[in-house]
Every structure is written in C-alpha cells, then in structure tokens.
C-alpha cells in the first residue's frame, strides 16, 4: 500500500534497536484452561448520577532497551516517566475503568526470564488506586520472548480482583484477549446490562519462542482480528439480542486501527483539524492486515461485521503514536467495499501513553465520559496529557463530522 512502507520501517528500525451469565461466556482457550476466571470484584456498574468514565492507556512500551549496552539507560529512565505520567492522568480523571489497549510491553527488548514481570509496572498504580482494568495485548506484547498467554495468566494470577481481561475464543490462532464485559444500570435491580464493552485482539508480532526452520528467523503473526473472533462476536451479538430483546450501546476496542481509519485519513480532504481535532502526524497510518508493506484485506470480515451492529457506537484504537484523532465512517471510503453504518461509527485513536516506543509527543490519555440516559445518541470524549491540559475535547454524535472544534495542540515532550 502507497506510503505503509515507509512508517512500518521507521516503526521497524526504532525497536529493532462474573457478570455475565453462562449463556454469554465462552469456553477459555485450551493452554488457558487451568485459569481462574471468576472475579471477585463487583460488576462494572454506572455511578449513582448515571455516568461512567473511562481512561484509555496504550502504546505504554515498558521494558525498552534492556537488552542494551549497561551504558544504554533510557529504556529504565523512560519506564518511570511512563509511570509518573499514570500517576498524573490517574489523579486527575479518576476513572471507573481503564482499558490498556496493547503493547504494554516491548517484548522484543526483554528476555525469557523477566518479560511479563513489567505487567507490575504497567498496573502498579492501578493497584494502587484500586482502579480496575481491562486489557488489549498489541503487537509488541508477542514476541520470542513474551508470551501473551504468559501475561494474560499472570494477570489473573497476581491481581484477580482488579483485571477484567479474559480470554473468551478458544481458537489457538485467534489471538488471547477476545471478550465482552458488560456495564449495568445505575440502579441495582436491573439485570440488563446498559453498555457492552468489546475487546478484540489484532494479534501481530511473532510468535512465542519458535525459530523458523527454513529462514532461522522469528515466525511473524498475522496482523489482524480472526475470523473466528468474528464469527464469536457475531454469535455473541444475537446471543444478547436474543436474551434481552434490545440491541445494547457498546464500545469497541483494538490495537491496531481498521483499514476504513486509514481510508478516511488519505481520502480527498482527509482529516480536518477542526472538524476531527487531533494530531495526525503518521500519515499514512499503518492499518491491521498489512503484510510486506501492503494491505492485503483481510480485515474486511472484522470491519463488515463492526459496520453490521446498530448498537456499536465507537471503536478506539492505538498503535499508530503520531495520531489521536475521531471519525465517523458513514459512507464507503475511497478503495473500499465496506460501507460504514448509515447512523455511523466512530472510529477514534487513543493517546500514546508511554515513553518507551518511537515519536516525541506529548503523552496522554484517551478519556472516555459516558452518561448512561445518552449513551445511546452520543459520547463525550478528551485526551488529556501529562501536563493535565485538555486537547480535542468532542461530542461524538450525529453532528460529529459537520461541528467545528479548536484545532488541537500538537505539542512535544
């Protein structure tokens, strides 16, 4: 594809140096078997006054440079500025949830013996706070020496009163974090789930401690949601239509962005820093299913079946560090033959929240403020940085796309 070339060696280069019934749960994947999953925290519920607050934390980069020269230190010294960046965004928004949305970790830079021992860094001050949290693992959380099963069970193991992520398609290609988790109803005696939270793992990477015996190189992963996760979240669609007779709001999560969000940003027009106020540095952004720098399509399935649920209000994705922007996919983008929704769906990027990772702009947050009467006809959305400013603060609803807003600040740390 025209200019992935150019951003995937760039990115390549830089680190080369309970609640829901049995009805809705899926059976774990076989190596994941002998986890735990009931969670003895109670179930995500809106507040008292109806709302709910989210922070999204992604491309956080822990453990990067480790396998540098003792010299080197910056990967040390960046692990703790990403933490008193957590630290800041966590005092100030106070969230209900965070969902940290892949690669939490640079596997690539850690060994065997230690990589999923930084997931304490990553969720220190959550613990701390007694925040909950739900994962996305990205591309850099699946290398030769990290292991996303690994992760996923030291999660459970060590802090299973406080992760939500779990692991719900039992297909060994499918990736590990593929799930659903549901927010109630500010009042208690209602037994309908009022949002649901989808989580889908775009994979990427390479696999875990396997050499490829004919190139004795590490075995590269496809860069995508799999087919069976799509086939899951569409059962899992009916399944909760059938049992509630409703299409419930939800939200969606993934790493790597949707090839419609690169088809929007190169577009004739692409994205206008007023009526989709973000940064927008990686142009052209690197979308799942890309293979030897070229789009290959086959994400197309996961995006069909994401533009066919009505109640799907967003999407929110990572990976690309220079972007933090919002969209509405209503129509058919240039070089595609999947439509958006005719009420459309808002294809958003989160903030790079870590130092570790490629780029030198100012780290942040997504935050994400749902009010439960409205979440239905619209989202309230901001990124706030480590300097406790507030950029491309927006409403997303049926206005979104035609609304003016101030361009967003695109600073520098």
Known sequence: ???????????????????????????????????????????????????????????????????????????????????????????????????????????????????????????????????????????????????????LMREKKLYPNLSLTKSMVSDPDAGTTNYVLPIYSSDPTDPVPATLLYFFDSRGGHEFQRISPTTNKTIPVPDFVHPSVVSWFNKQKSLFHTRYRRHIPSLAFVHIPIYAMNAFQTRPGGVDKNREPGINDDYPLAPQSTENDEYTARDIPFMRALASTPSLKAVFSGHDHGNDWCAKWDSTLPGMNVSGPAQGLFMCFGRRTGYGGYGIWARGSRQIFLHEKMVESEIETWVRLEDEAISGHVVLNATYGGDLYPVANNKTT
Request: hydrophobic share 35%; net charge neutral; charged share 20%.
């Open 1 to 151: 594809m025209t200019g992935v070339l150019s951003l995937t060696m760039w990115k390549s280069y830089f680190f080369a140096a309970a609640a829901l019934s049995p009805l809705v749960w899926a059976s774990p994947r076989s190596n994941l078997k002998g986890m735990k999953w009931a969670n003895t925290s109670s179930p995500l519920r809106y507040e008292k006054d109806g709302t709910f607050k989210l922070s999204i934390f992604e491309d956080l980069h822990f453990g990067e440079g480790q396998n540098n020269p003792p010299e080197v230190v910056w990967g040390p010294r960046y692990d703790r500025k990403t933490i008193t960046v957590l630290n800041t965004l966590l005092d100030v928004e106070k969230p209900n949830l965070v969902v940290l949305n892949g690669d939490l970790i640079t596997g690539e830079n850690t060994y065997l013996h230690n990589s999923t021992t930084y997931l304490d860094q990553v969720v220190g001050p959550l613990v701390q706070r007694q925040i909950p949290w739900a994962a996305t693992y990205g591309n850099h959380d699946r290398e030769y020496n990290l292991s996303p099963t690994k992760l």
